[in-house]
């Protein structure tokens, strides 16, 4: 199936470079900034894009998408917003690969067809469910897998070699390694033990495989895209939000410029 994302992910290994994936919250600070937000994402050089759905209890996130999660849902952001901005999105950006990220009950609660198909329609290219383990997944990922949406799956330090095929199995667009046993945004994990899991999942599985949770700097972004096909950034970004507001666009850009300005001068320095 040649789609957005794996149209992305083969032009960034052309260029011998990670793709740079980056998180912000729809609706944070509102739901009128998020566009600007996102575009200035994609002005500064982000490949793909997540989209995070706000949720009262986000258990793998840590206080900085709490927060933004409080901010989007405090000022009223609903379901149907989310689906607005990611199809005003898809029609400025008709190539960015666009993925939700967010957890079982928003997508579940107009039934699992409902959701695949408003993802469908808004051009949404894939979605990743973090609190829905594979043995339980007998509603999102057939629906989504029917509506032609990618059903990203997420890999962990404990992820052992007897569970991977399970995690593996109707996983499609890329591999999430989140690269700590934690929340977003607070440890970070030795380089050294990500190295060793993307050589054991590359060896697992053909999907690019892409590595978060505690990615903050360029220099770490561009050690990780030594080894990964992708490399994901949420909660450095959505801290310019939160200390920005709805100003936040430039300083975005700006930030996301560096992150692949770094992962574009490692690929130049890997070819010489």
């Given at each position: ?38 575009d ?47 199809t ?59 509506a ?16 991977l095929?399970t ?7 890329f591999l ?40 903050r ?36 850009q ?11 001068t ?7």
């Amino acid at each position: 199936m040649t789609d957005r994302l794996s149209t992305r992910f083969a032009a960034c290994k052309a260029q011998g470079r990670a793709a740079l994936i980056t998180f912000v919250t729809a609706g944070d600070p509102d739901v009128a900034a998020t566009p600007a937000i996102l575009d200035a994402l994609v002005a500064g050089g982000a490949d793909i894009i997540e989209l995070g759905m706000p949720f009262t209890d986000p258990m793998a996130d840590g206080p900085a998408i709490e927060l933004a999660n409080l901010r989007s849902l405090g000022s009223g952001t609903r379901t149907k917003d989310v689906f607005a901005l990611a199809t005003k999105f898809r029609a400025r950006h008709a190539d960015t690969p666009l993925v939700l990220m967010g957890y079982a009950n928003p997508m579940l609660a107009r039934g699992a067809d409902w959701f695949a198909e408003q993802c469908k329609a808004a051009g949404v290219d894939g979605v990743i469910c973090v609190d829905v383990p594979p043995e339980e997944d007998a509603e999102i990922g057939p629906a989504l897998r029917a509506a032609g949406v990618h059903l990203v799956r997420l890999a962990t330090p404990t992820t052992d070699a007897q569970r991977l095929p399970t995690v593996l199995q109707g996983a499609s667009g890329f591999l999430y390694h989140v690269a700590v046993a934690g929340v977003t945004g607070k440890q970070q994990a030795a380089q050294a033990s990500i190295e060793i899991a993307v050589a054991r999942l590359k060896a697992a599985t053909d999907l690019p495989i892409a590595v978060g949770f505690g990615v903050r700097s360029p220099e770490q972004a561009a050690a990780i895209g030594r080894v990964a096909d992708g490399v994901v950034v949420g909660s450095a970004i959505v801290d310019i939000v939160g200390s920005h507001g709805d100003a936040a666009a430039p300083f975005v850009q700006d930030f996301v410029a560096a992150l692949r300005g770094a992962l574009t001068t490692q690929a130049q320095e890997t070819a010489a």
